[in-house]
């Protein structure tokens, strides 16, 4: 969420330069290759939405990966290492598990669901699971409201990208942004995103093995990194960092659990061409997602050594620290490379946002209130249209105020939909009541929380978060409610979903 502090930074003629330039607009051109190429392959609803269910196991974690790990890894991370050491870690501690977990608990159940019912959003699974339509349209209105901010977010990150390599103007930059992401995804729907989502994975991980090669060379190996920044503070490099350990925790909670809610990766579950690849799931995604976060350990590592050993001056702001080390240590190619992953950070999440809130809109909301759309191709290309244009329109806001509606997404995806979802899926035991009491309970806590926070009403204790604590109270009232309903379990679920739980 704080990819435009980089290019706030790094906007200098170095990063006009021919080389940076040219991988740059060579990437603008493989994506609108693959926008052509999927919108001559999108002929319904099934195909816009769920890729046609025909994708196969590595294009479904490696596009996994490239929509879960946005600009955030490139920048943020590695601005929060620097901070406070090894406790930045534990934001991805959990990668390992919950991909496991995901394919476990989450991804078959998900794809054989879409199989037997026709299912094609995760509204719609949580719809058939408890029979319910209207716990299907209150998800809808928790994705659409994160959606629209994680949009902005983005639109404004890559917006100040544009700017600093092309000196568009901020303004023109995030309308550039947009209208890149939105010609393929309104074209293409989900099967141009998710192809390009596949190429953009590779590019963040080329970019980031690439730029850790340099990290290891300026910083005299793992070893010389270490020597260089315990010789001034032995704390950093500890288990907690210079986090206070209730703090790290939390994030390995909220991460860790959280990621099984969040939408854009759920989603996707649905396009597995054979659900017997999943299997395969948790080594391939674990493994895309190690190589690619290379890049936010080892350069917040090698900054902090680099300033601890006196060769550099202390940063002026932490999420300069990508942009300084690319500038300084790399070639002029590497630089382009890295903003390149950076775009395609960016881009590969807006789209799989784009798509998920059209289907949110176009799919979900009309079936709570027992209606249905004519022709959801059409109107889902036309609501990807309106949502891009809402998000733009937020991403002109001062910078804070899109940070906010970025930040408390991820939050809100995991108090609303990891219970009734993840949990529901899991436990015969859970109730309708539960689920719409879960969902309500996480969208008014997260929403209230989180903007008292942001207006500086309150502040809670040091270590607790408003998402860890939104995610918890939606988890107590989601057990809490099922059991008090729970005469009413065996009757809310339907046999096939059943048979489908017990698989």
């Known amino acids: 969420m704080s990819g435009w502090l980089w290019a706030q930074a790094a906007a200098s003629a170095a990063l006009r330069q021919p080389a940076v330039i040219g991988v740059a607009l060579l990437y603008f051109a493989a994506v609108a290759v693959i926008g052509i190429w999927a919108t001559r392959r999108t002929h319904s609803a099934r195909d816009f939405f ?30 929060l290492v620097y901070t406070v050491g090894t406790g930045a870690v534990f934001i991805v501690l959990s990668a390992s598990i919950t991909n496991t977990m995901g394919a476990w608990v989450l991804a078959r159940r998900m794809r054989l669901l879409g199989e037997v019912r026709g299912l094609i959003t995760v509204p719609d699974a949580i719809g058939a699971r408890y029979r319910s339509p209207a716990a299907q349209g209150l998800s809808a209105v928790a994705i659409l409201v994160a959606v629209i901010g994680y949009m902005a977010a983005n639109f404004l990150a ?44 590779f590019v963040k991980t080329a970019a980031s093995v690439t730029v850790f090669y340099f990290v290891l060379q300026a910083g005299g190996g793992l070893a010389g990194i270490s020597r260089a920044i315990t010789a001034v503070d032995a704390t950093f490099l500890g288990p907690w960092g210079k986090m206070p350990a209730l703090a790290a925790l939390s994030l390995f909670f909220v991460f860790g659990v959280g990621a099984l809610g969040q939408p854009h990766v759920a989603h996707k579950f649905y396009m597995l061409r054979d659900p017997r690849q999943l299997k395969w799931y948790p080594l391939l995604m674990s493994a895309a997602m190690a190589l690619t976060l290379l890049l936010y350990v080892g350069v917040g590592l090698v900054m902090r050594a680099k300033v601890a050993g006196g060769a550099l001056p202390p940063l002026a702001r932490a999420d300069d620290a990508t942009p300084a080390f ?40 009309p079936r709570a209130f027992g209606r249905r759309v004519g022709d959801e191709l059409r109107w889902g290309r036309a609501w990807t249209i309106v949502l891009s244009l809402a998000a733009v329109l937020l991403a002109q806001l001062p910078g804070t105020v899109v940070a906010f509606l970025g930040i408390f997404g991820f939050g ?43 207006l500086r009403v309150f502040s809670l204790p040091t270590g607790v978060t408003v998402s860890g604590l939104s995610l918890l109270c939606s988890l107590l009232v989601f057990f809490v409610v099922s059991w008090l309903t729970r005469t009413r379990a065996a009757s809310q679920l339907d046999a096939d979903v059943r048979v489908v739980m017990e698989v």
């Open 50 to 79: 769920v890729a046609g269910q025909g994708i196969g196991i590595v294009t479904l974690a490696v596009a996994a990966m490239a929509s879960t790990l946005s600009g955030f890894a490139f920048i943020g991370g590695p601005g």
């Open 158 to 201: 890559l917006g100040l990208v544009i700017d600093a390599m092309f000196g568009t103007g901020l303004s023109l930059g995030i309308w550039i942004a947009m209208l890149v992401t939105l010609s393929y995804t309104a074209a293409g729907g989900i099967l141009a995103g998710v192809y390009t989502d596949l190429f953009e994975g």
């Open 326 to 365: 690319v500038l300084g240590f790399t070639p002029g190619a590497v630089a382009g490379l890295v903003f390149a992953g950076v775009l395609a950070a960016g881009m590969s999440t807006v789209n799989s946002f784009m798509n998920i809130g059209a289907a949110a809109v176009t799919h979900d909301l």
């Open 412 to 454: 809100l995806f995991a108090a609303t939909l990891v219970p009734s979802l993840a949990i529901g899926l899991n436990w015969q035991g859970a109730t309708r009541e539960g689920a719409i009491a879960s969902i309500a309970t996480g969208l008014a806590l997260t929403l209230t929380l989180e903007t008292l926070a942001f």
